[in-house]
């Protein structure tokens, strides 16, 4: 099965983990298993990798890839938030490490049929998961004009987001919109002729904020970082690589949390709510590609990678 996908900040992240060879190690969102095949190797026969993805296919091809390593190993089709149930369900006590490498995979933007990209034509889909009910198809011809305005200008940060809004709006009442040609479309036209000159694809932050909502991709990440941090032993580390400000918005304050829980006035001359932090930082400011990452890889360069440790 062909599954590519170029892990971003892979050796970065990995060193950042501290591996331990006999440890248990998760990754939520496994893809194509290039973060998982750099864990795996360093793991002894007596170890663990729990491997978690939504999308069907991403499991199949990492099960492949990674089935030469001697460490156990768990494979489980659900979202990536759902780190608790899935070692209560296998009686894993908890984890020494895990990685979250969130956003849409490199895989699935360039499969024309999952219609997750502006770039090709194909049916409105976006679904990470394909047993997923809600579809961009559903967001887009019947979200009301209000919604679709809210979702484009907070999840795709769209200056245009009411223009657009009211021409997919005008558009729907002559015939349902189906694809992701007729949704470009569109957009082009509601996006002014001189603000499409510069800048990215004018589709590409209406496009970001579809798959958002079609995916609950915020509303994940915010259970998930508390979720995976619970779980980590003492000494254990949490690396989540971030492609957007608004996922990395999340994590950062999640993160401070974490490290100062304290949520007496800040005038209040000594702590009475007794919230201790239980992690730390790694790293203050995010890590980011060099140079020759993102020469090699152009997507990796909004890339942000952030750690946590649990004392």
């Not at 099965?1 to 190690?25: F, Q, S």
């Not at 990674?66 to 759902?82: D, M, Q, R, V």
């Not at 990215?200 to 941090?229: C, M, S």
């Amino acid at each position: 099965m062909d599954y590519e996908h170029v892990p971003v900040l892979a050796r970065e992240t990995v060193e950042r983990l501290n591996i331990k060879e006999g440890g248990a190690y998760a990754d939520g969102t496994l893809g194509g298993g290039g973060h998982a095949s750099l864990i795996c190797e360093k793991l002894a026969p007596n170890a663990l990798f729990i491997g978690i993805d939504r999308d069907r296919e991403a499991i199949e091809a990492s099960k492949l890839r990674l089935s030469g390593y001697a460490c156990g190993k768990i494979f489980a089709h659900t979202e990536f938030s759902e780190i608790k149930p899935v070692l209560a369900e296998h009686r894993v006590g908890g984890l020494d490490g895990a990685v979250l490498d969130l956003g849409v995979s490199s895989r699935q933007l360039d499969a024309p049929e999952r219609g997750f990209s502006y770039m090709a034509c194909a049916p409105l889909d976006m679904r990470m998961d394909a047993d997923s009910r809600l579809t961009a198809r559903d967001v887009v011809n019947g979200y009301p004009i209000k919604e679709l305005t809210r979702i484009i200008s907070r999840y795709g940060e769209e200056k245009w987001a009411g223009r657009i809004a009211a021409f997919i709006g005008k558009e729907r009442e002559r015939r349902p919109i189906e694809n992701t040609g007729d949704l470009v479309r569109l957009i082009k036209a509601a996006i002014p002729a001189s603000a499409r000159r510069e800048g990215p694809h004018p589709a590409k932050r209406t496009f970001q904020a579809i798959r958002i909502e079609v995916n609950d991709e915020l509303g994940q990440i915010e259970k998930a970082v508390d979720a995976y941090a619970d779980v980590l032993k003492p000494g254990g580390r949490l690396a989540v690589i971030t492609f957007h400000s608004l996922e990395d918005r999340i994590v950062k304050e999640a993160f401070k949390r974490r490290e100062q829980p304290c949520v007496c006035p800040k005038d209040a001359p000594a702590c009475v709510c007794g919230k201790v932090a239980d992690a730390k930082r790694v790293n203050r400011k995010p890590l980011t590609p060099g140079e020759d990452e993102v020469s090699e890889n152009p997507r990796s360069r909004s890339a942000k990678l952030r750690v946590l440790e649990k004392l």
